[in-house]
């Protein structure tokens, strides 16, 4: 699996097929990309989780369970 999300997935995002559309969209909410070589932008998937209250997939690996025996007296 790739670190950045699919082509279809920042149309999704943004909401526009152009990559220079998308790019301007992205600078305006401030996310940061890179552009790859094919001039489409790049956008990590673990950004993209935080920004929208997510979890990543390491932090879904550690979540942790409370201790309900420090509850009891």
């Known amino acids: 699996m790739s670190m950045f999300l699919k082509k279809n997935e920042i149309k999704e995002l943004t909401g526009y097929a152009r990559p220079g559309s998308q790019t301007n969209w ?37 979540r942790h369970t409370p201790n309900f025996a420090a509850l009891a007296g």
Not at 26 to 38: M, Q, R, T, V
Not at 46 to 55: D, P
Request: glycine share 10%.
């Open 26 to 62: 992205l600078i305006e909410n401030s996310y940061p990309f890179e552009i790859g070589a094919d001039g489409y932008p790049r956008v990590m998937y673990s950004y993209v989780e935080r920004r929208l209250g997510g979890f990543t997939k390491q932090e879904r690996k550690k």
